[in-house]
């Protein structure tokens, strides 16, 4: 009886992991330049810190991501374009959480300043200043 050879198994591997590379450029050519852009603002968005300070926000981002991905498999002109308005709509979300995010952040780091200044202020026996 004949064994395979570890060849025909790299073989075997080597065709699989072309296929799957080629399912994976495939998938990339579909998506619209307004779906990657959406996917970069929900990025973004949750680099940012979007989950903690615009959660409400983030998540519809992500659920209008969701299906504007999905309409972009749609052989049917009519669901790409309402695809792409989802996607723009997803990136609008993601920048404005991103934006909230941010603007929080700043918010926090300038009252902790502040109250670092009154701490400072008091151990030195100066009066606070509104």
Known sequence: MNE???????RRLCALVAAS????????QVASPDVLRAQQAVQQAQDADADH???????????ALVRA???TLSRSR?????????????????????????RAQAE???????DEIAGLRR???LEATP
């Open 53 to 63: 300070y615009a959660p409400d926000l983030i998540d519809s981002a992500r659920q």
């Open 4 to 10: 395979p050879s570890f060849a025909h198994f790299r």
């Open 123 to 125: 151990s030195l026996g």
């Open 108 to 114: 926090a780091a300038v009252q902790q300043r502040r």
């Open 69 to 71: 991905q999905a309409g």
């Open 78 to 102: 009519g669901q790409r374009r309402e695809a792409d308005e989802l996607a723009r709509q997803a990136a609008a979300d993601a920048d404005l959480a991103r934006v909230r995010s941010d």
């Open 21 to 28: 590379g080629l399912a994976v450029t495939a998938h990339a």
